[in-house]
Structures are given as structure tokens and as C-alpha cells.
């Protein structure tokens, strides 16, 4: 992605989170802001960080999460797949319990969302029907970015 931009003289990003299971381990991979949740049947639970501007400054204490919520800067990224020659790769790995579910999205997806939402749509649903609650959700709003979302839960 960062030659492609080089050779189009044009900026051209992508963000990342990718999610990989061996036994009940799991591995995640990230870039940028896309997330992985894990919802085991009590509270959903964001697994990534988001590698945005508002996300550092929450950390640092200089943001609220509410007043990142709202910000005019909270989608600029600081961390994507394209931004540089080298990759920053956030990485996570942690054990999953049986009937534990995990969702994958994008900004688009989570940003139309509350938590509430997400955990009904994730509750007892197989992972197919889950994924189109969220994505039906997400488009009864006003949906300004591109939504996409994956689900797996662990027999």
C-alpha cells in the first residue's frame, strides 16, 4: 500500500485486525482502529486499542473518552497499513473460552453501535445471524462510513 501511494503520488491507508485461533488461544494483529471484541456472556469487551489521535490522547489523560467520542479529530489515525515504510503491528495473544464470542469490525460498524446493541446481537445468535443484526443495525442509521464485521463464536 505505501509503494502503491508512492507510485500514484496519491496517500492510500487501510486498517487491520486480524484474529487467529490455535486450540483455544487466540492471537490478534492490529493496525489503526479497527477492533476485536470478546463477549463471553457477561460484558463485551474491546480487546485492541485503537491507534488514533483521540485514542493516544485518552491514554495520556489529555482526552475523556466522551470528548474523543465527539472530536473532530477522532478518526485521524495514527498508526495505518500504507502510512510508512515501516509497520507498526499492535499485537495480542490470551486464551478463549468455550462459547466465548468474537467479533471483528471496522469503525463503521462500532461507531453506529453502543455496547448494548452489539451484546444483544451477539447474544445466542449462530455467528451468521449475529453478524446480520449488527450489519442491519448499523444501516437503519445514518451509516457515514463503510461498516463491515466478522463474528466467531467457539463451540
Known amino acids: 500500500i ?21 486450540d483455544k488461544d487466540y492471537l490478534i494483529k492490529q493496525i489503526g482502529d479497527s477492533r ?9 469487551r474491546q480487546l485492541t486499542v485503537d491507534q488514533t489521535w483521540c485514542g493516544q490522547m485518552v491514554r495520556k489523560g489529555m482526552l475523556t473518552p466522551e470528548q474523543a467520542q465527539n472530536h473532530r479529530l477522532r478518526h485521524a489515525l495514527a498508526n495505518a497499513l500504507g502510512a510508512s515504510e515501516e509497520l507498526e503491528i499492535a499485537t495480542q495473544t490470551g486464551s478463549a473460552k468455550r462459547g466465548g464470542v468474537f467479533l471483528v469490525c471496522s469503525d463503521g460498524s ?11 446481537a451477539l447474544k ?3 455467528a451468521g445471524q449475529a453478524v446480520q443484526r449488527l450489519l442491519d443495525q448499523v ?11 466478522a463474528v466467531c463464536r467457539l463451540a
Do not use: H, W
Open 2 to 22: 505505501y509503494y502503491l501511494s508512492e507510485q500514484i503520488g496519491q496517500r492510500a491507508g487501510s486498517t487491520l485486525s486480524l484474529l487467529y485461533f490455535q
Open 124 to 126: 445466542k445468535a449462530p
Open 110 to 120: 462500532y461507531n453506529e453501535l453502543s455496547a448494548r446493541q452489539m451484546e444483544e
Open 36 to 44: 476485536v471484541y470478546c463477549f463471553d456472556g457477561g460484558a463485551l
Open 139 to 149: 444501516l437503519q442509521g445514518p451509516a457515514p462510513d463503510n461498516a463491515s464485521a
